[in-house]
């Protein structure tokens, strides 16, 4: 597989780790095309969001979901940027709670606080954190949880407030759009005319951005004439529920080296 992706063009649509996604390709030998589809913005209001870390930090939560890695991180951030004093109190509740992890993104970044997940869902996606949750008994807790964007996850929360549970949600940041539409027509141009080996995908956001920017049928086409990658399984059931076949995914480390390797073990099978 070494040679697997020498002169194959990739279109990646990744905006946070945009170059070190790029790199881990190019040094295989790939043609990269960056596509920033969507970038990461901090909630527009920060009051709610210090209004719930408050409520974490005085010891009102009993368990904590976190649904994605930057989220956590995105709290952290709004501490330091709004009320620094918040930051060592939402720590030290933060070590009491019972966590719950969607796949390995949040798992890292509670890590690199010197935590860890007491419950991480069976398989990383919402149906996977309520089969962990299931078995439970949640009635009367407190649980927070931290929201991907501003996706109100009305399966979970319903889920849990069907199960007793006082939920209280956060999100600190939101998506936006990236990549100009007209960028965005370059790159279903590109490959509807056969001009991309295989695009790769690192986040639900980036989907939907995609099929935001014309219709769904143009898209698929393009999708069509091209291999389509995704990080892991949120992505790849949202390709599969707008009707597009996922050929890549890495088998149980959802990250950018797992999916390179995913990439050119595909491209590897194909003709050049």
């Not at 905006?15 to 790199?23: D, I, K, Q, T």
């Not at 995105?74 to 992890?101: M, N, Q, S, V, Y």
């Not at 790849?236 to 149980?252: C, F, I, N, Y």
Request: proline letters at 7%; charged letters at 20%.
């Amino acid at each position: 597989m070494t040679d697997a992706l020498l002169n194959r063009v990739i279109a990646i649509a990744e905006s946070r780790e945009l170059n070190v996604f790029a790199a881990l390709l190019e040094r295989r030998g790939a043609t990269v095309l960056r596509y920033p589809l969507v970038q990461i913005i901090d909630a527009p209001d920060a009051a709610p969001v210090l209004e719930w870390i408050r409520l974490a930090a005085a010891g009102n939560l009993d368990d904590l979901i976190l649904l994605t890695g930057e989220g956590l991180r995105r709290l952290l951030r709004c501490i330091d940027r709004h009320e620094p004093t918040l930051r060592e109190p939402f720590l030290a509740a933060l070590r009491g709670l019972r966590k719950i992890t969607r796949g390995p993104k949040p798992a890292r970044a509670l890590r690199e606080l010197g935590l860890s997940a007491e419950l991480p869902a069976v398989v990383p996606t919402t149906a996977g954190v309520i089969d962990t949750l299931r078995p439970l008994n949640l009635n009367a807790r407190r649980v927070g949880v931290q929201l991907y964007g501003d996706d109100p996850n009305h399966p979970l929360i319903e889920f849990l407030a069907k199960a007793g549970a006082q939920v209280r949600i956060v999100a600190p940041y939101r998506y936006a759009d990236g990549a100009t539409a007209a960028a965005v027509a370059d790159l279903l141009a590109r490959m509807r005319a056969g001009g991309v080996d295989a695009i790769a995908f690192t986040s639900k956001a980036q989907v939907e951005r995609l099929f935001r920017a014309a219709p769904a049928q143009q898209v698929r086409t393009a999708l069509a004439a091209t291999r389509v990658a995704a990080v892991g399984p949120v992505v790849s059931q949202t390709l599969a529920e707008l009707g597009v076949r996922v050929q890549a995914m890495p088998d149980d480390s959802w990250f950018m080296k797992p999916l390179t390797a995913a990439l050119s073990e595909l491209l590897g099978e194909l003709p050049g």
